[in-house]
Structure formats: structure tokens, C-alpha cells
């Protein structure tokens, strides 16, 4: 069974921290990529982070998000993590974990064929 849940969203202040994690299943692991999307209140779903699973493996951000957040593998525990620092207002929406076999660049959401039903993060002014 595919199985991607994510967890770690919760409430805090502009320029604070959060760490999503993204515990994936066997079956989802055999994909190629992993991925962050997120969807404000009123907004389209954006791509935020991906990276390849494979050890070397590239990274992708969105402009918006480079320099504060990281995408990580726990490879020990199968969970994708995105660490995200000085957060800010406008970073609040539900995010979304995701797994692809693409073998081209992970940036858009119709790549993405699995995904977890998402975590609310919310960043106050």
C-alpha cells in the first residue's frame, strides 16, 4: 500500500521554525523523487522543495523558499523532512508530501503521482 503522511505543521510566529516530516512507505520509496507542495488560502498548489532519492541526487526550491527552507532524506527512518526557517506570513498554507517517477526535474504537481493529505502551517505576524 502508498502510503505518504506527513506531520509536524502547527502555529508560529513570523521568523520562527518548523520541521515538516514525511513518512513514506516501501512502495512509495521505489519512486524516484520526493517533493514539498503547498496551498494558501485562495492560491493554486505551488511547488516549494524536491530532491532525488538517489545518494547525489539534486535539490530544487522555489525562489521563495531558498535560503530558509532544506529538503532531507532520513534514509534510517524512510522520512523526507523540510526544515523551514524564518518563516513568514505568507508561508502559511497546507503542505503536501509527494513522490514521482519522473526523470526529469520534480518542479510541477501533475508530475507527481502519490501524496499525503497535508499539514496546516500557519506563520502569524
Known amino acids: 500500500q502508498v502510503q505518504l503522511v506527513e506531520s509536524g505543521g502547527g502555529l508560529v510566529q513570523a521568523g520562527g521554525s518548523l520541521r515538516l516530516s514525511c513518512a513514506a512507505s516501501a512502495r512509495v520509496l521505489r519512486r524516484v523523487a520526493m517533493g514539498w507542495f503547498r496551498q494558501g488560502p485562495g492560491k493554486e498548489r505551488e511547488f516549494v522543495a524536491a530532491?532525488?532519492?538517489?545518494?547525489?541526487?539534486?535539490?530544487w526550491y522555489a525562489d521563495s523558499v531558498k535560503g530558509r527552507f532544506t529538503i532531507n532524506m532520513d534514509d534510517t527512518t524512510n522520512t523526507l523532512v523540510l526544515q523551514m526557517n524564518n518563516l513568514k506570513p505568507e508561508d502559511t498554507a497546507v503542505y503536501y508530501c509527494?513522490?514521482?517517477?519522473?526523470?526529469?526535474?520534480?518542479?510541477?504537481?501533475?508530475?507527481?503521482?502519490?501524496w499525503g493529505q497535508g499539514t496546516q502551517v500557519t506563520v502569524s505576524s
Open positions: 509527494a513522490a514521482s517517477s519522473t526523470t526529469g526535474p520534480p518542479l510541477r504537481a501533475d508530475l507527481f503521482e502519490y
Open positions: 530532491r532525488r532519492l538517489i545518494v547525489g541526487g539534486g535539490t
